[in-house]
């Protein structure tokens, strides 16, 4: 079974960073497209960021670029955000999601593997 578990989150104040990780098991990982996206209850889910697999391109919404850092370890089956200077809308749900194609998609139904989520608190 294909399983991606999220960590990394939790509590920081405003102008803070987090780093999260998702790491994945039962597939090749360095196939794969991978993308964070992030939820509020209520909200749509929204993309965040992604990274191609063989090319390793990487891509960003507006509002975190700059912020934010996208990167992988195929080798150690991992994905990391790296969150710096966070505000309180960044706080979500953040869910790390694979895509089976090498090429990058900000559409969240073109990703057929999802982690179960970790949460990310901005207080001000």
């Known amino acids: 079974q294909v399983q991606l578990v999220e960590s990394g989150g939790g509590l920081v104040q405003a102008g803070g960073s987090l780093r999260l990780s998702c790491a994945a098991s039962?597939?090749?990982?360095?196939?794969?497209?991978i993308s964070w996206f992030r939820q509020v209850p209520g909200n749509e889910r929204e993309f965040v960021a992604g990274?191609?697999?063989?090319?390793?391109?990487?891509y960003y919404r507006d509002s975190v670029k700059g912020r934010f850092t996208i990167s992988r370890d195929n080798a150690k089956n991992t994905v990391y955000l790296q969150m710096t200077s966070l505000k309180p809308e960044d706080t979500a749900v953040y869910y790390c999601?694979?895509?089976?194609?090498?090429?990058?998609?900000?559409?969240?139904?073109?990703?057929?593997?999802w982690g179960q989520g970790t949460q990310v608190t901005v207080s001000s």
């Open positions: 039962g597939l090749t990982f360095s196939m794969y497209t």
């Open positions: 999601a694979l895509r089976g194609d090498i090429r990058m998609t900000t559409i969240e139904r073109d990703y057929g593997f």
């Open positions: 990274i191609t697999s063989f090319g390793a391109n990487t």
